[in-house]
DNA sequence: CTGAAAGCGCTAACAA
DNA sequence: TTGTTAGCGCTTTCAG
């Protein structure tokens, strides 16, 4: 058994406060920019603060203000029985981007987000306990399959949740979400616009409201250009439904000549399928994806893709959740974000 | 102003007490699973607990204990000055595997990492604090490059923390590595096993540690198989330079049959390009990759490639800072994994 | 404008 | 084996 020696206790407010000569009480103030104080004590106590490397106690603080100060970042959704849910949906780069959206907004305001998996009931009880425990102030939900009990019953349980994408069943809770039947729609008329005939298309599952709103969405242009039916290859959104669904589409449609995708990994997968079986993208074949992720520029040729603002839906997110924590009774509120087209090389 | 009436205060231990008819103390020893309680006492606690639907407050159980119960995952490295850092890292897939790895490990013991950013002196400086602060009882580290100097600040403020991949400088730090010279051999032994005769490779960014061993692996192996010299263009693990890098190679070495890339994400841009320039993979070039990430079986041909256990030694990671955490004076250690080669299309 | 004092909910000696 | 008690470090009335 090694030994070092044992770290000095860290200063308390007590300590400052004596070192400024002043109580504990004056300390909390300035510490916590409380007006009312004379400006000379507060040079004191920044001094004194300065000097003994003071750092507020957080389990101290939450105690008495019923408040931790931090918001968890929880990934729902029916994960397999398999334990890697984590490791596959922290590689979706989807996820990764509004991560990066809700950290981008969160850091700023020094604040640090708190990584939950709720893919099973057991794991959605280990949230709940842990929100009510104290763990984080609040929730930013972002769900991989609809249907998620999760939103109702952190909503129940009247604990601040915020969610990322419409719920499947309404549910009085804030979220933001893109308006994807418009997004559809710029797809649409860009391929027609491009002189596109026999166009197809790609949908994710259909149990998820966004993949319906695509699809509807995607229709219902069409539609209005004179082309009242549109195949359909449902996919799941990975890079493997988007080779297969490709795969069925060509042999059903072998004259196709335009593809629009509904999410850019699906569109990844598909391009090799076409190039594999002699179609040249976008010279035989014109393909648009969605979301315009990582994804959309790793791919050849470059996706042309309708950009999901997904980043600053995140981050409006945190916002939201961070009003709806410093206003318990506050009514939900939803934001729709309008997509744009994004034009590079495979259309 | 909309209101609700206020959520009804949530019961404490002094109410589960009352309830069981016992003491506060008694109410946490069977809580904290203290044997030494009457089992009958025990079994009335617990259906005062299921009554009142008592939940522990963390805030109160760290001001006593010292400790938050959880941990931090901080990812590490120099960032551009672009403020868009945590969405580059969380859309790498090799993040996401160690993030998977951790929560794998720590969430079966009811632990949820808190995710934190260090790509700036200031970042730093926040991370710093905010443990000091006790926001998580001690770090799992992940650098995205050399030279960090955030494990040294982390043991020079005897907080607990843990690296994944050695530092570049020698720190007293616990950490664990992949060995990745013998990984490179493996790829070696492999390509010339494959009857391949001019064999080149692309490096990873040489001021890393991981991507000068597996480049000195592999020229040693390929050395003592009788090719003193193996030409490299370095990359800088990412999609694009892979890209880059084999339009180099291919430039000055046109009779190349063979190609160890120093990660998969390299290797996923370098096939693309060596099919453009009228390559077949693997008849004219045998390509391996070194992870064994997500990237390996979305390219086309699926890659051969170097398995790292990167979700195995995340996981170990997570146990050796529970351990740090548990008895402050522990040395550090380091575990190194062996890779193994798995191989599919592309060789 | 500042200080004194109470107490947030829990654990851990120490007594019994 | 159980209960009593003293704080952990902080914010926040309430006096002054």
């Known amino acids: 058994m090694t030994q070092d020696p044992p770290p000095p206790p860290s200063p308390t407010l007590e300590d400052v406060a004596r070192a400024a000569g002043v109580s504990r009480a004056t300390v909390s103030r300035v510490i916590n920019g409380i007006r009312n104080v004379d400006s000379a004590i507060q040079e004191a106590v920044r001094q004194a603060v300065a000097a003994t490397g003071y750092v507020p106690n957080r389990a101290a603080r939450s105690l008495v203000t019923r408040r931790t100060g931090s918001i968890a970042l929880v990934v729902s959704g029916a994960g397999g029985e398999s334990g890697s849910f984590p490791v596959e949906v922290l590689a979706d780069p989807f996820f990764g981007r509004v991560a990066g959206g809700v950290v981008g907004y969160l850091r700023p305001r020094g604040i640090h987000p708190v990584l939950m998996f709720a893919e099973t009931a057991e794991a959605r009880a280990q949230v709940l306990a842990s929100l009510r425990q104290g763990d984080a102030d609040g929730a930013v939900l972002v769900s991989t399959h609809a249907e998620d009990p999760l939103p109702r019953l952190l909503a129940e349980a009247r604990l601040p949740a915020v969610l990322f994408a419409r719920p499947a069943e309404p549910v009085p809770i804030s979220y933001v979400d893109v308006d994807h039947r418009a997004g559809a729609r710029l797809a649409a008329d860009h391929l027609v616009a491009r002189g596109r005939k026999q166009i197809v298309t790609i949908s994710g599952p259909l149990d998820v409201p966004a993949s319906q709103a695509r ?8 539609a209005a250009h004179g082309h009242p039916f549109v195949p359909c290859a449902e ?21 196709l000549d335009g593809v629009f995708v509904a999410n850019d990994l699906m569109a990844q997968g598909a391009l090799p399928v076409l190039r594999h079986h002699g179609r040249a993208v976008p010279g035989d074949v014109a ?9 959309a520029t790793a791919c050849r040729p470059a996706l042309t893709t309708v950009r999901h603002p997904v980043e600053d839906m995140a981050a409006e997110l945190a916002r939201l959740l961070l009003e709806h924590v410093g206003q318990p009774g506050r009514r939900p509120t939803s934001i729709i974000f309008e997509p744009s087209l994004v034009i590079r090389d495979s259309s």
């Open 235 to 255: 996919g799941g959104f990975t890079y493997h439904s988007g080779e297969r669904a490709m795969e069925r589409l060509l042999a059903d449609h072998p004259g």
């Open 215 to 222: 699809l509807a969405g995607f229709r219902d242009a069409m």
């Open 287 to 295: 393909v648009v994806g969605f979301d315009d992720s990582s994804a």
